[in-house]
């Protein structure tokens, strides 16, 4: 079975209609031998806030040290994003063996007229996956209810339910009285209290339904175990609260409840996450106190329960499209809000921003509530409704009469979301307020136009023509017809329904070719892989930019991956980066006494600042200096030391001709080196310390943030990639879009695949042959490949690996690498020479003049 068969055949099974009960998904459950019969589950259940919460949850226990599965709905923009194993989504390949061998028990299912539906279906995988990856706990999203939801086939250790509001009356009941009884009934056994941020009435009938119960509250509300204080906003894309923990009681570990309190102290906790409102802090809290519950309940001796945790855990709990700021001038605002309160809760969060004129960008379901959410949102200046490329969306025009009827005058009925938030963005000035809300789909619709990324393929023959067909699920028969036209520039995206169409057309109008995915599935994004010469594109993208749907903007991607857009490295002239010019060579200097290649070398602070001045008469052009071994089972070092030992000798060396880079995953240490005089961050964890993204925005310095699954490196992580480029790709594009959320521009974001960090040998050298792909991140890109343990993939041992790192250091230059770290400047050095006057011997010339 091919991927694109079992997607389709799970998206085939939202024909049938939600029916309550849970007898169906446990009779799956069976056939599949009890899949997480052991795996400690959390569940998370309430009318909003549900998403937010079990993200928070997850990336707390995360940051404790625990491996753990998360399950949400919907997608924002794949499939995969329901089904998350330590923040890494489920591979395709393991889509497909679930549906493969599943699909002939759930044919006969259907056949006796009992189908199950695409949501347990989608759930089951979720345990299903969970078990397989042997997580240390599961959090499960609740769909609907809570009661009679598939996600309750597992008895949870520890659950919650956020809110209680009408909805989905013709499902649950028409009651708050109703829904909070059916929502009430996910209460976990064996004496552990059902957490709630509930109140009023609803909040009764969950004490009555649950018997023991924590209640969390904001401050001035009704009394609570728990109380948030909301701080307010920190900054464009933080907020900060306090959480203040009973003094008795509560949360102590004699009632099950695992001791938070006893273990950071009473008091409270100041808090600070990168979810924006009051409702985001009341789902902090929830949170923290659902932790606390599993800290005591879950049996391993590694996990790290203290504030610090549970701060980094919040502060990393990235959400998106819960209101979440893309960008400042205009203030871009996307929010997935799509019932009343929700909506009333988005208003009252955007309030807290200062901006001139509001222009919004709205698509809704047809069976939503369109007046109360359009009436509860701030009075816009100019209004442009779409349609999610969903069956269930509304029409447009609908919508733009009730925005009509409730007093906008600038109204305008668009058609897709891509376009209408295009349009927007031509009506907005810098200071105002572009907000896309109204649904999820909406919302996933017009992130995805802001954040894609066409990836270059290099395509030299049929057969790696045929890999990049496959890969992005195209059918058989038109993998076979296509792979021999694929032999010129290749590009590959991922777009809607609407923009596969057309661009498939076009491109065969001119005698390219395109190949499609053969999911078929309404609102899913289809991968595309576009075939061509330079020419064929050229006129492809004229044509595109009179298109409707958001193509003016694809073809702007298409011109950049395929070359027609001119590259600009850096937008300030008066900053030229070492790379500007052509690859840059990274000199290590490690102060350590424990580094893999050259551990104790330098550690000594005088052989440190001869050994920095050496790499500059061997040609660096910069310095990175690390405090910090990221070998396999290297032990972390504290802040204050690795300070010790880095600032010394970065003050000893700022007065020579060298960039200088720090090489650390902790802020407090980046900082204080570039007190001392460093240029460079060198993030390793790839930006997990909340706090450096902001430093590097502040200091206006670049910043490399690396692929890594773990930092320092865990010896034998089996890491389950469906393709190391494409998931590495997908995975920096995320940060790269984090940092730039915090004021980083990206001329000043520099990527770095991370070979060896969680990567095998095989996939290591995958990475650098396919280095050229990640400019579809429009970042700089950096090797780091000096010396590692991938080249015992081609019989090098650790004492015969120089003149392998120069090979693939000449590979890497070749290949598109803007920055090359290395321990043998020299040596590197003559192979980036070599390679660049094999691509433009003019600049010898010049250089000699």
């Not at 708050?176 to 976990?188: C, F, G, N, S």
Request: charged share 25%; hydrophobic share 40%.
């Amino acid at each position: 079975m091919e991927y694109y068969e079992a997607a389709n055949f799970l998206f085939d099974l939202r024909r049938f209609s939600v029916r309550p009960g849970t007898d169906a998904i446990a009779d799956l459950r069976a056939e599949l031998n009890e899949p997480g019969a052991d795996i400690p589950f959390v569940q998370i259940a309430g009318s909003n806030g549900k998403g937010s919460t079990a993200k928070m949850v997850e990336s707390i226990l995360r940051e404790s040290g625990l491996s753990v599965g998360l399950y949400s709905s919907p997608h924002l923009v794949s499939l995969d994003e329901r089904v998350q194993v330590d923040g890494r989504p489920i591979t395709a390949s393991a889509i497909t063996e679930f549906i493969e061998r599943t699909k002939p028990w759930l044919v006969d299912r259907a056949a006796d007229g009992e189908p199950l539906t695409f949501f347990e279906v989608i759930t089951m995988m979720g345990i299903w996956y969970f078990d397989r990856e042997d997580v240390d706990v599961a959090v499960l999203e609740v769909g609907l209810g809570g009661e009679y939801d598939a996600t309750s086939v597992v008895d949870p250790i520890a659950s919650c339910v956020t809110t209680v509001t009408l909805e989905h009356t013709s499902v649950l009941g028409d009651t708050i009285e109703e829904i909070a009884t059916t929502k009430a009934k996910v209460a976990p056994g064996g004496g552990t209290p059902l957490v709630t941020g509930a109140t009023g009435e609803a909040r009764d009938v969950i004490r009555g339904e649950a018997g023991e119960l924590l209640t969390v509250g904001t401050a001035g509300g009704e009394p609570s175990d728990v109380t948030v204080s909301y701080e307010g906003r920190v900054n464009h894309t933080e907020a900060g609260a306090r959480i203040e923990l009973p003094v008795d009681g509560g949360l102590d570990p004699t009632n099950g409840t695992g001791g938070l309190a006893s273990t950071v102290g009473t008091g409270g906790l100041d808090v600070r996450f990168p979810l924006l409102g009051e409702h985001q802090a009341l789902n902090a809290g929830i949170a923290t106190t659902l932790a606390s519950q599993l800290f005591g309940a879950v049996d391993n001796d590694t996990v790290d329960v203290s504030a610090e945790t549970i701060h980094r855990g919040l502060r990393n709990a990235h959400w998106p499209g819960r209101f979440e700021v893309m960008r400042e001038e205009p203030l871009v605002v996307l929010d997935g809000a799509h019932n009343p309160e929700a909506t009333a809760t988005l208003a009252e969060t955007l309030s807290t921003f200062d901006y001139d004129d509001l222009h919004l960008v709205f698509g809704a379901m047809h069976d939503k509530s369109h007046r109360e959410m359009i009436e509860t949102l701030p009075t816009a200046d100019s209004v442009i409704t779409c349609r999610p490329n969903l069956e269930r969306a509304e029409d447009p025009a609908v919508l733009a009469k009730v925005f009509e009827s409730t007093g906008v005058d600038d109204v305008a009925a668009g058609s897709s979301v891509a376009e209408a938030f295009e349009q927007a963005k031509e009506r907005a000035g810098p200071d105002d307020c572009l907000l896309v809300t109204g649904s999820l789909f909406a919302v996933g619709e017009a992130r995805t136009t802001m954040t894609r990324r066409g990836v270059p393929k290099r395509v030299d023959d049929s057969q790696t023509a045929r890999d990049v067909l496959s890969k992005a699920h195209v059918t058989e028969w038109e993998t076979d017809t296509e792979a021999e036209r694929a032999v010129h520039r290749v590009a590959t995206m991922a777009v809607e329904g609407r923009q596969a169409t057309i661009l498939d057309r076009e491109l065969r109008s001119l005698g390219g070719s395109c190949g499609t995915s053969g999911v078929t599935a309404a609102g899913e994004l289809h991968d595309v892989v576009l075939m061509g010469t330079l020419a064929q594109f050229r006129q492809l993208t004229a044509t595109l930019d009179s298109q409707p749907f958001g193509l003016a903007g694809i073809a702007d991607e298409i011109r950049r991956q395929v070359g027609l857009a001119e590259r600009t490295d850096s937008n300030d002239p008066d900053m030229p980066y070492p790379w500007d010019e052509g690859t840059a060579v990274m000199g290590i200097l490690n102060v350590t006494p424990n580094s893999f290649h050259d551990g104790g070398e330098f550690f000594d602070p005088e052989a440190a600042i001869a050994g920095a001045k050496q790499l500059v008469d061997e040609g660096a052009d910069i310095i990175d200096i690390g405090g910090e071994s990221t070998r396999p089972g290297a032990d972390p070092v504290p802040v204050e030391e690795e300070i010790e030992r880095v600032v010394p000798i970065i003050e000893a060396i700022s007065d020579l001709d060298v960039w200088i880079s720090v090489d650390t995953r902790k802020a407090a240490v980046a900082e204080a080196a570039l007190d001392a005089g460093a240029d460079i961050l060198n993030d390793v964890a790839g930006l997990e310390d909340p706090e450096m993204r902001f430093l590097a925005a502040d200091r206006e310095v670049p910043v490399i943030v690396m692929h890594s699954i773990d930092t320092p490196v865990v010896p034998d992580r089996d890491v389950d990639y469906e393709d190391v480029v494409d998931d590495v790709i997908r995975s920096l594009n995320e940060r790269v879009v984090l940092a730039e959320k915090a004021g980083i521009p990206r001329e000043r974001i520099i990527v770095d695949p991370g070979l060896g960090f969680g990567k095998t040998p095989a996939e290591s050298f995958e990475l650098l042959g396919r280095l050229d792909e990640f400019r579809a991140l429009g970042c700089p890109i950096l090797v780091g490949h000096s010396h590692k343990s991938m080249f015992d993939h081609v019989d090098r041992t650790p004492d015969d690996r120089r003149d392998a790192t120069v090979a693939a250091t000449a590979l890497a230059a070749e290949r598109g690498a803007d920055i090359v770290r290395v321990h043998d400047v020299a040596e590197n050095r003559a192979a980036v020479d070599v390679q660049q006057a094999t691509s433009d011997p003019a600049s010898r010339d010049e250089d000699a003049d």
